[in-house]
């Protein structure tokens, strides 16, 4: 997630976020020196030992993804969650469905789910999941992700046959999803998705936990319970559950 205050905050939650990016900020640079990992725009799948695992049961994964599908409406745009995104995220045209929302557990998105929950719950210091859909002939447009504490993962879902012509930019590198293959990269760094054709792009969408040393373990512990304390994380909760409920009763 990108941490962008809206105007449409009250003003203390705008000066706390606005205040909270500078700090998150500082620490990007100290996470950098006590990171066990590269803090390369891209990161090799290999730091990881859970990816295999992950990349096996993508058939699964996909197939409840695609019965999600079948109701589109009940899915919500990512905005309609989480308001601080609502300068990329326009209209209907990306979606995201949370399983996980910064540690917290959606059990009722996680029931309709329950390979994708397993899968997920089976990697260690995961944070986020959630699906992001992206419709056709949509552009992501450049941002930052508030934080280096984390490693942002993508699983390749659904992904259009013209693989040249939707991408990932981060920093400079462009990058290309493949279908049932895992994406590693640091989203503290500016990156862009763009998709220039006609059918949609769907990812398992995760965050997780950056491999630190003991000091920065500690201090990204404390970073974080700040950050679940804040209104961009209780927000977002707020709003998915009410957006639950509704959907239930439509």
């Known amino acids: 997630m990108s941490a962008d205050p809206r105007p449409g905050r009250p003003l203390y939650q705008r000066l706390l976020i606005k205040a909270g990016k ?38 699964e994964i996909r197939a ?23 300068r990329i995220s326009k209209g209907d045209n990306w979606k995201t469905f949370g399983m996980v929302i910064y540690g917290k ?10 390979c994708t929950a397993a899968a997920i719950a089976a990697i260690p210091h995961m944070r986020t999941a959630m699906f992001s859909i992206l419709k056709p002939n949509y552009h992501i447009v450049p941002h930052k992700g508030p934080t280096r504490a984390v490693v942002r993962a993508h699983l390749g879902l ?34 862009e998705v763009r998709n220039d054709t006609d059918e949609l792009r769907a990812v398992l969408f995760l965050d997780i936990d950056r491999p630190m040393d003991r000091l920065g373990t500690l ?22 559950a009410k957006w639950n409920r509704e959907a239930n009763d439509r």
């Open 22 to 59: 500078h700090v998150l900020r500082w620490s990007g640079r100290f996470q950098s020196r006590h990171s066990l990992i590269p803090d390369t725009p891209q990161i090799d799948t290999r730091v990881f030992d859970w990816v295999p695992a992950l990349e096996a049961a993508w058939p």
């Open 64 to 86: 409840e993804l695609e019965h999600l599908l079948e109701n589109p409406q009940q899915i919500p745009a990512f905005h309609q969650i989480s308001p601080d995104q609502q």
């Open 105 to 114: 557990r959606i059990d009722d998105n996680c029931a309709l789910c329950p």
């Open 158 to 191: 659904i992904v259009p046959k013209q693989a040249d012509k939707v991408w990932l930019r981060v920093d400079d590198r462009i990058l290309h999803w493949q279908e049932g293959k895992v994406l590693l990269f640091d989203d503290s760094y500016e990156h």
């Open 219 to 240: 201090v990204n512990r404390l970073l974080f319970a700040l950050i679940n304390a804040s209104p961009y994380v209780k927000q977002p909760l707020k709003n998915l």
